[in-house]
C-alpha cells in the first residue's frame, strides 16, 4: 500500500515562529502536494512539485514555502507563523492518476 | 473556485445504494471526474474517476452523463463506514500537471 506520512499529528507553535511541516512518501512517486483545511473553505492547494528541487505555487502560497531535495520528502516552511495559519495541514502525493493522502497535521499557532 | 456542484449533504440507509449527484456544466473534454472521499480525522481517499465512460471498482460506480455535464458517484451497498464527505473534482490540466481543485462536498450520513 502507498504510505504518505507526515512528521505530526498535532502541533502547536508560536506566532512568529519558524515552523516545518515534513512529508515523506514510500511510492517514488514524482508529484507532491501540500494542502490546507479550513472549515467551510474545504481543501485549499497552498504549493506542489513535480520533481527534485521543483516547486509550483498553488492556490493560497502567501506565507508559505517548501523545499524538496530528495524525491520522497516534501517540506512546508512556515518562516513566521501567524495565527491565521492555524489549520489541518494535508501532504499527498500521486501518480499520473491518483493522489494519496496523509493522516494531515492539525498546527494550532497562538 | 470549484468547477463542481454538490448538495451539502445526503442521507441514506444502511444497506442500500447512496447515489451522489454532481454537476459540472463547464467541464472541457479532456478533463477527468474524480471522487474523493474524507472521513473525518482522516486525509480524503481516492475512490474513482473517469473521462466518458462508465467507471466501476471495487469501491463504486460512477455514471457520467452523455454530455459529461453531470455525474453520478454510486455506492451499491453503504456501511456505516461509508459516512464521510464526499468530493467530485474536475481536474484542471492533464498527465502529471494536473491539479485538483476541492469543493465544498456532500456529507453523506448513513443511518441504521
Known amino acids: 500500500d502507498v504510505k504518505v506520512t507526515q512528521s505530526s499529528r498535532y502541533l502547536v507553535k508560536r506566532t512568529g515562529e519558524k515552523v516545518f511541516l515534513e512529508c515523506v512518501q514510500d511510492?517514488?512517486?514524482?508529484?507532491m502536494f501540500w494542502y490546507r483545511q479550513d472549515p467551510g473553505l474545504g481543501l485549499r492547494l497552498i504549493y506542489f512539485?513535480?520533481?527534485?528541487?521543483?516547486?509550483e505555487k498553488g492556490d493560497i502560497p502567501e506565507g508559505y514555502s517548501v523545499s524538496r531535495e530528495k524525491k520522497e520528502r516534501f517540506s512546508l516552511i512556515l518562516e513566521s507563523a501567524s495565527t491565521n495559519q492555524t489549520s489541518m495541514y494535508l501532504c499527498?502525493?500521486?501518480?499520473?492518476?491518483?493522489?494519496?493522502f496523509g493522516p494531515g497535521t492539525r498546527l494550532t499557532v497562538t | 473556485d470549484a468547477k463542481t456542484t454538490q448538495p451539502t449533504s445526503m442521507d441514506c440507509a444502511e444497506g442500500r445504494a447512496a447515489n451522489l449527484p454532481c454537476n459540472h456544466s463547464?467541464?472541457?473534454?479532456?478533463?477527468?471526474v474524480y471522487w474523493y472521499r474524507q472521513i473525518h480525522s482522516q486525509g480524503p481517499q481516492y475512490i474513482i474517476h473517469?473521462?466518458?465512460n462508465n467507471e466501476t471498482n471495487e469501491m463504486a460506480s460512477l455514471i457520467i452523463t452523455e454530455d459529461r455535464k453531470s455525474s453520478t458517484l454510486i455506492l451499491p451497498h453503504a456501511t456505516l463506514r461509508d459516512t464521510a464527505v464526499y468530493y467530485c473534482?474536475?481536474?484542471?490540466?492533464?498527465?502529471?500537471?494536473?491539479?485538483?481543485?476541492f469543493g465544498q462536498g456532500t456529507t453523506l450520513q448513513v443511518k441504521p
Open positions: 499527498a502525493s500521486s501518480t499520473k492518476y491518483e493522489q494519496y
Open positions: 511510492m517514488d512517486h514524482e508529484n
Open positions: 512539485s513535480y520533481d527534485v528541487k521543483m516547486k
Open positions: 463547464t467541464i472541457s473534454g479532456n478533463e477527468y
Open positions: 473517469g473521462l466518458k
Open positions: 473534482i474536475v481536474r484542471v490540466g492533464s498527465g502529471n500537471t494536473g491539479k485538483l481543485i
